[in-house]
């Protein structure tokens, strides 16, 4: 297990270090659990975020080359 810890260090500016504290805080939880949380979470949303913006230009893509091949006709 002791070879599956990682440790991050990041830059944060005191608004962010702030949030953390407070949702800590309010949900009795370590600032630990609170980062690793919204690291996992933001991962999920970025990872699916990057999946449809790739989607989209690959559509897009198709799109212009249909577009570009009416206009040849």
Same mark, same amino acid.
């Given at each position: 297990m002791?070879?599956?810890?990682?440790h991050l260090q990041i830059r944060a500016s005191e608004k962010? /270090?702030?949030?953390?504290?407070?949702?800590?805080?309010?949900h009795h939880r370590?600032?630990?659990?609170?980062? /690793?949380?919204s690291l996992d979470l933001?991962?999920?949303l970025l990872e699916k975020l990057l999946e449809?913006?790739?989607e989209m230009v690959a559509e897009y893509m198709t799109l212009l080359k249909q577009?570009?091949?009416l206009k040849d006709k």
């Open positions: 002791s070879g599956d810890i990682h962010m /270090r702030e949030k953390i504290k407070v949702l800590a805080d309010t370590p600032t630990a659990d609170i980062v /690793r949380l933001g991962l999920r449809a913006q790739a577009d570009a091949r």
